[in-house]
């Protein structure tokens, strides 16, 4: 069964861009160094030639399952949101009840998250949590060590 992914335009786009290098660039060059091997002579001992294969096969699996991500791609419509609630492309301000740290993230599809930029995924242990709640609800969220609680202080798209 397919699962179905929710992406943002610019998401959608960079997915397309990069299955579209592994057609358009990856695939030929892999053919080469194939061709490229089998010009050395006996194929039966041609490690070069195994390689080559090798990451041919790895490329086009690699681009089949870009293509089959796409094929259940979905773009999220934004204007159809209710802001009063954690969704998927709500930028989230919460409070860890522990430490008292601040932080703010945007819950994005598994394909876009990036910590670094404050992007999670909504399928990460917090990013479920998350989901569905409003200001002023408390999050209850289970990671490896225990149970955190975080404040859901602001949410804005």
Not at 25 to 45: C, M, N, T
Request: hydrophobic share 40%; proline share 2%; charged share 30%.
């Amino acid at each position: 069964m397919s699962k179905v992914s929710y992406y943002t335009a610019e998401g959608l786009k960079k997915l397309r861009e990069e299955l579209n290098y592994l057609r358009d660039v990856e695939r030929p060059k892999a053919s080469q160094a194939i061709a490229e091997a089998r010009d050395k002579g006996d194929l039966s001992e041609n490690a070069e030639y195994d390689a080559a294969k090798e990451a041919q096969g790895m490329l086009e699996m690699k681009i089949s399952k870009m293509e089959e991500t796409l094929s259940n791609a979905r773009l999220i419509d934004e204007s159809q949101f209710d802001n009063s609630k954690v969704l998927v492309l709500s930028i989230v301000k919460i409070r860890n009840q522990t430490n008292g740290k601040e932080m703010t993230y945007t819950l994005v599809a598994d394909g876009e998250a990036d910590l670094a930029a404050g992007k999670i995924s909504v399928n990460s242990p917090i990013g479920k949590g998350l989901l569905g709640k409003t200001v002023g609800d408390v999050a209850d969220i289970q990671v490896p060590n225990g149970i955190m609680k975080f404040d859901i202080l602001e949410i804005t798209r």
